[in-house]
């Protein structure tokens, strides 16, 4: 199946700017994910999207977060107001049609908040 | 969230030896995949197992799947250097298709 691509593949920012981190999975696949994994620590689920509107959300995936797939192919996270905390790297992954929880994830992009 | 438990968190061995990683949970899951992660990459898939008691190979490497389906394991065969890398194990849950990671097991293959 095609891959999954992310941009940026690092970026940094300083605390407080808003940050887009952007997907391209594949327009026919349902639902659409993004994970983090902060430096040394488990990938941990943030938002999954579904139809066009989240279908579940994380207790890391606060009022500062926010997901859209404003053209039908594009799938992009947003980081309003970024903390130190927020250093991590960021995965989009969509599903696979074999289906069974089974998911591709993108290479990630890093994110540095100095 | 249910959790996994991965182990041992770390492992180094010689090239040839055999080795095995182990996912646990006090959960249970529909499914478990195997991913193997890249520094700075994003995981990539290796095996699902979806049955209690399912066995899968691949080449060298062979995954289990609990009866119980709680827990499961994975064994590499003489292992290569380029078998060095985090393996993570992952549980997903039926009609929930987030999933849930373990801390994972960096494989390091001395030649």
């Known amino acids: 199946e095609p891959e999954v691509t992310q941009t940026p593949s690092h970026q940094v920012t300083q605390m407080g700017q808003e940050v887009i981190l952007r997907c391209v999975p594949i327009?026919?696949?349902?639902?659409f994910y993004w994970y983090r994994q902060i430096l040394g620590q488990k990938v941990e689920f943030l938002v999954s999207?579904?139809?066009?509107?989240?279908?579940?959300k994380s207790e890391i995936f606060d009022d500062q977060f926010s997901v859209e797939r404003p053209d039908g192919s594009n799938f992009t996270l947003k980081i309003r107001s970024t903390k130190l905390e927020d250093s991590a790297m960021y995965f989009c992954?969509?599903?696979?049609?074999?289906?069974?929880?089974?998911?591709?994830f993108g290479a990630g992009s890093r994110l540095t908040v100095l | 969230t249910q959790l996994l438990e991965q182990s041992p968190q770390f492992l180094s061995i010689q090239e040839g030896e055999n080795l095995t990683v182990y996912c646990n949970s006090s959960?249970?899951?529909?499914?478990l995949q195997w991913y193997r992660q890249e520094p700075g990459e994003g995981p990539v898939l290796l095996v699902t197992?979806?049955?209690?008691?399912e066995v899968k190979k691949l080449k060298r490497l062979t995954f289990q799947f609990g009866d119980a389906r709680k827990d499961s394991s994975l064994h590499i065969t003489a292992a290569q250097p380029g078998d060095t890398g985090l393996y993570l194990c992952?549980?997903?849950?039926?009609?929930?298709?987030?999933?849930?990671f373990g801390a994972g097991t960096t494989v390091t293959v001395r030649a």
């Open positions: 992954a969509r599903d696979s049609f074999s289906g069974a929880n089974v998911l591709t």
């Open positions: 327009s026919n696949h349902l639902y």
């Open positions: 999207f579904y139809n066009n509107e989240i279908s579940e």
């Open positions: 959960s249970v899951f529909s499914s």
């Open positions: 197992v979806v049955t209690g008691g």
């Open positions: 992952a549980g997903g849950v039926r009609n929930d298709y987030k999933l849930s």
